[in-house]
């Protein structure tokens, strides 16, 4: 299974960007897909993920209301609409996927995640 992000640019606060998570050698619909972010000095964060197979999402409170995910069935994708963006939101984002976990981890917990893309970056700033 391959991961590729894309979408990362220079925007401003309240600005927006669409970043997009193409997974290439198996069916999407079998994974759940996670988006996640490390701003430089700090952890690993997720911010978004969604389980393809039962339909669940998560959403970091610190995004909740600005940010979206959304499936683009045709290109097997998994797009995250950023919207409102703020400086602390500045970071290089990941996407991962991973087909099975267990019961007793959370959706977003990066730890679970197998396959991972090589990161794209985002800077809110003026």
């Known amino acids: 299974l391959q991961v590729v992000e894309s979408g990362g640019d220079l925007v401003q606060p309240g600005g927006s960007l669409r970043l997009s998570c193409a997974v290439s050698?198996?069916?999407?619909?079998?994974?759940?897909i996670g988006w996640f972010r490390q701003a430089p000095g700090k952890g690993r964060e997720g911010v978004a993920c969604?389980?393809?197979?039962?339909?669940?999402?998560y959403y970091a409170d610190s995004v909740k209301g600005r940010f979206a995910v959304s499936g683009d069935n045709p290109e097997n994708a998994i797009t995250l609409q950023m919207n409102n963006l703020i400086p602390e939101d500045t970071a290089v984002y990941y996407c991962?996927?991973?087909?099975?976990?267990?019961?007793?981890?959370?959706?977003?917990?990066?730890?679970?995640?197998?396959?991972w893309g090589q990161g794209t970056t985002v800077t809110v700033s003026y």
């Open positions: 969604v389980n393809n197979r039962d339909g669940t999402t």
């Open positions: 050698g198996s069916n999407l619909d079998d994974y759940a």
């Open positions: 991962a996927a991973v087909k099975t976990f267990g019961s007793s981890w959370h959706l977003c917990a990066w730890q679970i995640y197998d396959f």
